[in-house]
């Protein structure tokens, strides 16, 4: 049976890991590479590297860090953010990683969706949807949900599954860094609405949350950044509690 | 050992050279008639789309040389799939190692499969020291259906082959460069064929 996936997420600037971890045994807590090992040794199913760096210089640093990512763990990895063509995802799938995340470029250029499933396959391109509740409604936004879009998420949920993504990672704004729960009403909207696997981001506080999200948020996959990197949950121990809840988990 | 990964143009090769430079064997990726011809072990990769990914294969003359290889060959993902007779993907005929049809997953569930799920049925020396029932890292939405030559089975709402042998090929749905350390035993086994 298919399991549900556990994704720690990675935020990357210039090559090195920048919220705060606190794992005791880092030698280097700003390595991303040393992280994603112990990741990939304690059970994590995927990883997701998002990149915040905006300069040239720091583009070509992320390269080299999905170079050095991809010789050291024998787990599928993701790279997002700041993709915005064609060339851009070649080089990163090129230099090894599995899947690559875009989301404003999308916004921006919807046929960016179709040009990459034609080029690439869907099973390669995952397509990050912020949006939060604007009166009632669930809208996309920008710019890690600074900028409203006028883009009602549920229709372009289904555009993008159209185009041709293979995934989509949503995140709730309204929810994320909350440590309340994820999004579950729009999620199972979300995932009844698509064929495809839904990642979901934004909420994570507790095991309990978890459970939560594959039961009630028919979720797929969940995705989870501090509560991980700050020891809050330990992976083996998630997935113990969700296997006894009789979620299928890979152990 | 000379390990030749076929490089033609067809998804994440890179991923397949670091997991054997894990296992301390430098693979080559090539295009080369001779050098694929006179390897010691083979590697048919691919992701993508089946239909292009032929096209590449065909312009390189590579679908003539492929089912004649007498070293063992192993492929990967859409590798093994169009070593079968006809993928549904892109209407593709395939290179016929296989005696199996290749299609899609209805819309029962979600497509593409993307996860891990188990394998089990295991019958190969592929799959020596390896349990029952391990995780395997699975992305495709067309597969192959049970059959003579399958060595694994795999469970998505429908029972069906995620590994086939005939002679001395083989071919995995699943990625075991990216399937933790089981799938790096699964490489050292095909190594040791």
Known sequence: ?251 | MKIVIINYGAGNIQSIKFAFQRLGYDAVLSDNYEEIRTADKVIFPGVGEASSAMKKLKSKGLDKLIPNLKQPVLGICLGMQLMCNHCEEGDTHGLGIFDADVIKFNKDVKVPQIGWNQIENLKSDLFKGVNEKEYMYLVHSYYVPLNNEAIAVTDYELKYASALQKNNFYGVQFHPEKSGTVGAEILKNFLKL
């Open chain 1, 1 to 251: 049976m298919l399991t549900k996936r556990i994704i720690p997420c990675l935020d990357i600037k210039n090559g090195r890991t920048v919220k705060g971890v606190n794992f005791v045994n880092l030698r280097d807590a700003g390595n991303p590479v040393e992280l994603a090992e112990i990741y990939a040794n304690n059970g994590a199913d995927e990883l997701v590297f998002l990149d915040i760096t905006a300069t040239e210089q720091g583009r070509k640093t992320l390269i080299e860090l999905v170079i050095s990512v991809a010789s050291a763990i024998n787990i599928p990895f993701t790279v997002g953010g700041g993709i915005s063509s064609v060339k851009d995802v070649e080089i990163l799938l090129n230099s090894g990683a599995d899947k690559v995340s875009i989301n404003s470029a999308a916004v921006k250029n919807p046929e960016l969706i179709n040009d990459l499933a034609a080029k690439f396959g869907s099973q390669c391109i995952v397509v990050a949807i912020d949006a939060k509740q604007v009166a009632g409604e669930w809208l996309v936004h920008l710019v890690g949900g600074k900028v409203p879009t006028g883009i009602k998420l549920f229709d372009w949920a289904k555009e993008v599954a159209e185009r041709g993504a293979g995934e989509i990672l949503f995140t709730s704004m309204d929810h994320d860094g909350t440590k309340n729960g994820f999004a579950n009403d729009a999620l199972a909207v979300l995932s009844n609405l698509v064929n495809i696997p839904i990642i979901a981001s934004g909420g994570a506080g507790n095991k309990q949350h978890f459970t939560d999200v594959f039961i009630d948020g028919k979720a797929d996959a969940a995705l989870a950044a501090s509560v991980f990197h700050f020891k809050e949950i330990d992976i083996i121990d998630l997935k113990k509690e969700l296997r006894n809840n009789k979620i299928p988990i890979r152990l």
